[in-house]
T-cell receptor, first 117, second 110 residues
Framework: GAVVSQHPSWVICKSGTSVKIECRSLDFQATTMFWYRQFPKQSLMLMAT?????????EQGVEKDKFLINHASLTLSTLTVTSAHPEDSSFYIC?????????????FGSGTQLSVL | GQNIDQPTEMTATEGAIVQINCTYQTSGFNGLFWYQQHAGEAPTFLSY????GLEEKGRFSSFLSRSKGYSYLLLKELQMKDSASYLC???????????FGTGTRLQVFP
């Protein structure tokens, strides 16, 4: 099956710093990638939809200036958590879908556990 | 908008059968997915239903009724390793996004 690589797997940072998370589709071109956040014992909450070559579409309540998304190529999307605070500590997961569009299963990255001190 | 409901927690015994239900409301339905997620790991794909009926895949089966906005995941011959969260997710033509339910935490006891 398709492979999506996400790194880092975990990161610990100080409050106020920025953290970049990368998501790569290794064996297919992903025109659309999705970024999810998951707090302990809760389900995945969609943060934003990342489209190659255009601006990301953010879900209601997600600050676009705080969570910067760049989808510069068909195989790479990045999420930058700017000026991180302890409440941003969470499990961030990316997923990718191929060029054929809806109805296909999403392939998930392995996730990034962010801990902000 | 979309609304997806599943039970929060379930328990079962090793070797038994368990059914996890999912009800949903959405416009432009374009498929329902079931994912398994172990703690601290990313979800893994289990099944996909877009037409009514039962899809069987080994010990796991998934059923869909579009008219009722209802699906279930059936796990047979439960094993201890099946203890995990099971996420129901719905795709919509209108939004072209996959939205997840709250997930069902299944605990399998010996």
């Amino acid at each position: 099956g398709a492979v999506v690589s996400q790194h880092p797997s975990w990161v610990i940072c100080k409050s106020g710093t920025s953290v970049k998370i990368e998501c790569r589709s290794l064996d297919f071109q992903a025109t659309t990638m999705f970024w999810y956040r998951q707090f302990p014992k809760q389900s995945l909450m969609l943060m934003a939809t990342s489209n190659e070559g255009s601006k990301a579409t953010y879900e209601q309540g997600v600050e676009k200036d705080k969570f910067l998304i760049n989808h510069a190529s068909l195989t790479l999307s990045t999420l930058t958590v700017t000026s991180a605070h302890p409440e941003d500590s969470s499990f961030y997961i990316c997923s990718a879908r191929g060029a054929a569009g809806g109805g296909e299963k999403l392939f998930f990255g392995s996730g990034t556990q962010l801990s902000v001190l | 908008g979309q609304n997806i409901d599943q039970p929060t927690e379930m328990t079962a015994t090793e070797g038994a059968i368990v059914q996890i239900n999912c009800t949903y409301q959405t416009s432009g339905f374009n498929g329902l997915f079931w994912y398994q997620q172990h703690a601290g790991e990313a979800p893994t794909f289990l099944s996909y239903n877009v037409l009514d009926g039962l899809e069987e895949k080994g010990r796991f089966s998934s059923f869909l009724s579009r008219s009722k906005g209802y699906s279930y995941l059936l796990l047979k011959e439960l094993q201890m390793k099946d203890s995990a969260s099971y996420l129901c997710a719905v795709n919509s033509y209108n939004t072209d996004k996959l939205i997840f339910g709250t997930g069902t935490r299944l605990q399998v006891f010996p």
